[in-house]
């Protein structure tokens, strides 16, 4: 395994433990004057999500089957 995949597995498990905002569920606090903390929280948290997939495709994909795939492999 390489050492970026283990990164990107323990921030993939951070996130999934993150996505369960338990602590938000009760608040009637809002941000800016009229944003459900909840809504703004998962808002914030698509925003890092996607970065953090971007990065990983950036990363990790794997070019090399790509390649194969289209029959470049020479």
């Known amino acids: 395994m390489k050492k970026h995949s283990l990164v ?4 993939f498990v951070l996130l999934a433990i993150l996505h369960q905002d338990a602590w938000n569920w009760d608040s009637a606090s809002l941000v800016f004057g009229f944003l459900p903390v909840g809504l ?5 948290y698509s925003l ?4 953090f997939w971007a990065i990983v495709i950036k990363v990790a994909w794997p070019h090399h089957l790509e390649e194969w795939a289209e029959g470049n492999d020479q």
């Open 48 to 51: 890092v999500a996607a970065t």
């Open 40 to 44: 703004a929280y998962h808002a914030l």
């Open 8 to 11: 990107f597995l323990i921030v």
